[in-house]
């Protein structure tokens, strides 16, 4: 460990002194120490002290390069130092008002004391400062090399005291690859309608971690096992389906999460949280059209538009911004398009029309639709992925040809008011969606042709200079 902390050693050190020389206690605690052992030190340090949050302020004020208050409420003081960020909180107990959304603060005197009201044991572990004293009072150092989240103390007084640390117990075995105390499990099972009383942003931020974490699998069937799902994103346990006994679908929850670690897969710059959103939420419109058609067969007709729906819903409940509910709703509605495709039946200006309505999504949606193939069956899956590269191949050389992704009308509004003779105003609306259905449908024709079949258009609809 020593030499882990020597990378954070000058800056700690700093602030250690700094602290002891006006008689107050401070110490690394949390995810700082935790992450000291797993080797992945960050530049954010948590810090906790006996000092109340307004000797913080006084005390780091000429210190740190920058101060910050948001979330002195809380009794957390934030700071900057030399590229560390810091957050340097009061030792505190959390609990929950049963009828209120928002945590109850109140602070303790000594570190025992908070390390106690931690939600796991690996995060309860602290290390003093400036003495460097390893504080371990609850055997977070034994968990970490087991792997295991366990609380401080009883689960049940712990998830009591803050819901939340449920979902914090799936989103850190989706981050580490954990597993969860039986005992934590159990609790979880019996109070997972207590998750009720947290905020929609807190949940939000918590599932977003999960997604993106190396082991969202992991995460995911803990929620659903413990009935969390149902209370925070019902429509996961939704898709585990009563299969038929001839199986003539798929399951569809297993084969949602392999699109999921199939997705991770294909991903290029790290966690993709769009593309494993919409991986998740690919097929939520399946339960709401199953159908059960002559042969015993099973069918989900439109399942995409449901899905779509079902997913903006979900996502704005959770708090999530605008474009990212836009962007993930729009793949899980184009998730299904490519299978129109056949094999190479489309036409250039279908092609297009995928790349268009595609937009700034396209290549996330290239790997949703490799990663929506799931079939056991080798030479099926060979074709569906030797069909898709044929795809791309032909969106590369229109492209290449046709610059796709800019695609507009040959002419603009200001040429279009002057080949009327028309101001601006709806009638040059109309005659711009005209001439890119035409750009679609007939590529590039040449500004003459457009400026014709304009005319033509006019005359037919009746609109005169």
């Given at each position: 460990?020593?030499?882990?902390?020597?990378?954070?050693?000058?800056?700690?050190?700093?602030?250690?002194?700094?602290?002891?020389?006006?008689?107050?206690?401070?110490?690394?605690?949390?995810?700082?120490?935790?992450?000291?052992?797993?080797?992945?030190?960050?530049?954010?340090?948590?810090?906790?002290?006996?000092?109340?949050?307004?000797?913080?302020?006084?005390?780091?004020?000429?210190?740190?390069?920058?101060?910050?208050?948001?979330?002195?409420?809380?009794?957390?003081?934030?700071?900057?130092?030399?590229?560390?960020?810091?957050?340097?909180?009061?030792?505190?107990?959390?609990?929950?008002?049963?009828?209120?959304?928002?945590?109850?603060?109140?602070?303790?005197?000594?570190?025992?004391?908070?390390?106690?009201?931690?939600?796991?044991?690996?995060?309860?572990?602290?290390?003093?400062?400036?003495?460097?004293?390893?504080?371990?009072?609850?055997?977070?150092?034994?968990?970490?090399?087991?792997?295991?989240?366990?609380?401080?103390?009883?689960?049940?007084?712990?998830?009591?005291?803050?819901?939340?640390?449920?979902?914090?117990?799936?989103?850190?075995?989706?981050?580490?690859?954990?597993?969860?105390?039986?005992?934590?499990?159990?609790?979880?099972?019996?109070?997972?309608?207590?998750?009720?009383?947290?905020?929609?942003?807190?949940?939000?931020?918590?599932?977003?971690?999960?997604?993106?974490?190396?082991?969202?699998?992991?995460?995911?069937?803990?929620?659903?096992?413990?009935?969390?799902?149902?209370?925070?994103?019902?429509?996961?346990?939704?898709?585990?389906?009563?299969?038929?006994?001839?199986?003539?679908?798929?399951?569809?929850?297993?084969?949602?999460?392999?699109?999921l670690e199939q997705a991770i897969g294909l991903?290029?710059?790290?966690?993709?949280?769009?593309?494993?959103?919409?991986?998740?939420?690919?097929?939520?419109?399946?339960?709401?059209?199953?159908?059960?058609?002559?042969?015993?067969?099973?069918?989900?007709?439109?399942?995409?538009?449901?899905?779509?729906?079902?997913?903006?819903?979900?996502?704005?409940?959770?708090?999530?911004?605008?474009?990212?509910?836009?962007?993930?709703?729009?793949?899980?509605?184009?998730?299904?398009?490519?299978?129109?495709?056949?094999?190479?039946?489309?036409?250039?200006?279908?092609?297009?029309?995928?790349?268009?309505?595609?937009?700034?999504?396209?290549?996330?949606?290239?790997?949703?639709?490799?990663?929506?193939?799931?079939?056991?069956?080798?030479?099926?899956?060979?074709?569906?992925?030797?069909?898709?590269?044929?795809?791309?191949?032909?969106?590369?050389?229109?492209?290449?040809?046709?610059?796709?992704?800019?695609?507009?009308?040959?002419?603009?509004?200001?040429?279009?008011?002057?080949?009327?003779?028309?101001?601006?105003?709806?009638?040059?609306?109309?005659?711009?969606?005209?001439l890119l259905e035409m750009r679609l449908d007939?590529?590039?024709?040449?500004?003459?042709?457009?400026?014709?079949?304009?005319?033509?258009?006019?005359?037919?609809?009746?609109?005169?200079?």
């Amino acid at each position: 460990m020593s030499e882990l902390f020597r990378k954070i050693a000058p800056v700690a050190d700093e602030l250690g002194e700094l602290f002891a020389a006006k008689g107050y206690q401070i110490a690394l605690v949390g995810g700082s120490v935790r992450d000291v052992f797993l080797r992945r030190i960050g530049n954010d340090l948590d810090l906790t002290t006996d000092a109340r949050p307004e000797a913080v302020l006084d005390l780091v004020r000429g210190w740190a390069d920058s101060v910050w208050t948001v979330g002195i409420d809380y009794g957390t003081v934030g700071a900057r130092k030399d590229g560390w960020q810091l957050e340097i909180t009061t030792y505190r107990s959390e609990s929950y008002d049963p009828a209120s959304r928002k945590p109850e603060v109140a602070y303790g005197d000594t570190l025992e004391g908070d390390l106690a009201r931690r939600d796991f044991a690996v995060n309860a572990m602290a290390l003093r400062l400036p003495s460097r004293e390893f504080v371990d009072p609850h055997g977070g150092l034994d968990d970490l090399h087991a792997k295991v989240l366990r609380t401080p103390g009883p689960p049940e007084r712990s998830f009591d005291d803050d819901p939340l640390r449920m979902l914090r117990a799936a989103r850190f075995a989706a981050q580490l690859g954990f597993t969860v105390d039986p005992a934590a499990l159990a609790a979880m099972t019996a109070m997972a309608e207590r998750i009720e009383i947290v905020s929609a942003e807190r949940i939000r931020d918590e599932l977003d971690k999960l997604i993106r974490g190396a082991h969202p699998r992991e995460g995911l069937t803990i929620l659903v096992e413990t009935g969390l799902a149902a209370h925070v994103l019902p429509e996961l346990p939704k898709l585990r389906l009563e299969i038929d006994e001839h199986h003539r679908h798929k399951d569809v929850y297993e084969h949602t999460l392999i699109v999921l670690e199939q997705a991770i897969g294909l991903e290029e710059n790290g966690a993709d949280g769009i593309l494993r959103w919409a991986a998740l939420l690919h097929d939520v419109g399946k339960p709401k059209t199953r159908r059960h058609e002559a042969g015993g067969r099973v069918s989900f007709h439109h399942h995409e538009v449901v899905g779509a729906q079902l997913a903006k819903k979900r996502l704005t409940e959770l708090k999530f911004p605008k474009d990212v509910v836009s962007d993930v709703s729009k793949l899980v509605e184009l998730h299904l398009r490519f299978h129109g495709y056949g094999t190479g039946e489309w036409t250039d200006s279908a092609v297009r029309r995928y790349v268009r309505d595609a937009g700034h999504l396209l290549d996330r949606l290239h790997k949703l639709t490799r990663a929506d193939c799931t079939t056991r069956n080798r030479r099926k899956a060979q074709t569906l992925s030797q069909t898709y590269d044929q795809l791309e191949e032909r969106i590369a050389r229109l492209a290449e040809e046709e610059e796709l992704g800019k695609i507009r009308p040959e002419l603009d509004g200001n040429e279009i008011q002057e080949i009327l003779g028309v101001p601006p105003g709806p009638v040059v609306g109309r005659a711009y969606k005209f001439l890119l259905e035409m750009r679609l449908d007939r590529g590039v024709v040449g500004k003459e042709t457009a400026a014709l079949a304009l005319r033509e258009w006019a005359e037919e609809n009746g609109i005169s200079s």
